[in-house]
C-alpha cells in the first residue's frame, strides 16, 4: 500500500556560476530538486529528498565589460537575421560574412519555386572559410522537381530527411555550433543547375552576429 505523500518540498535552485573564456561564456548551475522516497523495495513512500541536478549553459557574448546591444534575455545572444535574400530568378546565391565579424549560423531555409523545365533540382549549401576553402557541404537530402515550392532547411541536430515533404520540405543538419568567420562564404545553389536563372530561390539565414 503506497504511503500518504505529504506536500513536496520547495526546489532550491542554485546560482548561476560564470567563467570566460576568451569571447565564450560558461555557466553552471547546481539546483536541489524534491523527489519521492522509495523503500527497499521500490515502492513510494510518503517522504520526499533532495537530489542535485546540474544544468550547464554556453554563450557567446562578449566577456564581461563589452558592450553588445543584440545581447538578449539572460545576457544570451540574442539571434537576428542575418541575411533575407528575396531577388528572383536565381538558384545560385552566396552571401560573405562582413569584415570584423563572425556568424554563429542558427538556421538556414532555402524555398526554391521552379519553372515548368523537366528536371531534379538538388540544393546544396557550403560554406567556404574564405573565396576557395571549403570548410563543409550539406546536400538538400532529397531532389527537388518541377512546377513546384520546395523548402529546404539546415539546422544543427536536424536530421536528414530522404524524402520531399510536401508540408516541411526537406530537413538537414549542420555542424554545431556553426561558425562562419570574418569574410566566409555561405552558398546556396541548385547543383543540378537545371534552369538556374530562371528558378526563384529565396534564402533566409538566422543566427548570432558577434563583432570581433
Not at 522516497?37 to 520526499?48: C, L, M, P, Q
Not at 562582413?98 to 519553372?115: K, N, R, S
Not at 512546377?147 to 508540408?167: D, E, F, I, Y
Request: with cysteine; hydrophobic share 40%.
Amino acid at each position: 500500500m503506497v504511503a500518504a505523500a505529504k506536500a513536496p518540498p520547495p526546489a532550491k535552485f542554485g546560482t548561476p556560476a560564470e567563467t570566460v573564456h576568451e569571447r565564450t561564456r560558461a555557466f553552471r548551475q547546481i539546483d536541489e530538486l524534491p523527489v519521492r522516497v522509495r523503500d527497499k523495495r521500490g515502492r513510494v513512500t510518503g517522504e520526499w529528498k533532495y537530489v542535485k541536478r546540474e544544468r550547464l549553459w554556453l554563450s557567446g557574448a562578449p566577456a564581461r565589460g563589452v558592450k553588445d546591444e543584440r545581447r538578449g534575455i539572460g545576457g544570451m545572444d540574442r539571434p537576428v537575421l542575418l541575411v533575407n535574400d528575396t531577388t528572383l530568378n536565381d538558384s545560385n546565391k552566396s552571401f560573405t560574412v562582413p569584415t570584423g565579424e563572425d556568424w554563429e549560423i542558427l538556421w538556414v531555409q532555402a524555398t526554391l519555386t521552379t519553372t515548368a523545365v523537366v528536371g531534379n533540382r538538388f540544393l546544396i549549401l557550403s560554406i567556404f572559410a574564405d573565396g576557395s576553402t571549403d570548410m563543409f557541404r550539406s546536400g538538400s537530402g532529397a531532389s527537388l522537381t518541377a512546377s513546384g515550392t520546395h523548402r529546404s532547411a539546415w539546422a544543427p541536430a536536424l536530421p536528414l530527411s530522404g524524402a520531399n515533404s510536401t508540408s516541411a520540405g526537406t530537413l538537414s543538419p549542420l555542424p554545431f555550433p556553426c561558425i562562419v568567420p570574418s569574410e566566409g562564404i555561405i552558398q546556396v545553389l541548385d547543383n543540378s543547375v537545371v534552369d538556374a536563372a530562371a528558378d526563384d530561390m529565396i534564402v533566409r539565414v538566422f543566427g548570432v552576429q558577434r563583432t570581433r
